[in-house]
């Protein structure tokens, strides 16, 4: 009876583990902007994406007018995205990353979670900005 108490709780706590460090398609935004941005200036815009960027811990670098590139670390893990806006719209798309299982198509659980309060601070950063004008 213990040995098949002790297989149950094995496969439950794999079972678990699996689900919690399982693979799943990689994450692309496209977010319109048009409306929250209330005709913002391609500077205010990228000026949001700063701030809301580096307050979830990323590190922005410019690599010219409407492109900026992004990297997070965070204990084992490492991603790089670029960031493309217009006054319109913004995409965050995959780069690079580090033990997080990319395959071209799919990637670590983990990502998904970072890309997606990425896109919300910023969502949140734009529209602050908007109010204010």
């Known amino acids: 009876m213990n040995k098949i108490l002790y297989a149950s709780l094995v496969l439950f706590l794999s079972l678990i583990f699996v689900g919690c460090v399982s693979k799943t398609p990689v994450k692309m935004t496209n977010t319109d902007i048009q409306e929250m941005a209330n005709n913002l200036s391609i500077q205010q815009i990228e000026r949001s994406i700063y701030k809301a960027a580096t307050e ?3 590190r922005l670098y410019k690599v010219r ?4 590139m992004g990297d997070y670390y965070i204990e084992q893990y490492s991603v790089s995205v670029d960031i493309t806006y ?27 979670e970072w890309i997606e309060e990425l896109d919300a601070k ?12």
Do not use: F, V
């Open 86 to 112: 217009t006054q319109d719209s913004y995409e965050i798309i995959h780069n690079s990353s580090k033990n997080l299982k990319y395959d071209g198509k799919k990637i670590l659980s983990p990502y998904n």
């Open 56 to 58: 979830a811990g990323w």
């Open 65 to 68: 007018d409407g492109h900026l």
């Open 122 to 133: 910023i969502q949140r950063a734009i529209m602050q900005t908007s109010s204010q004008m």
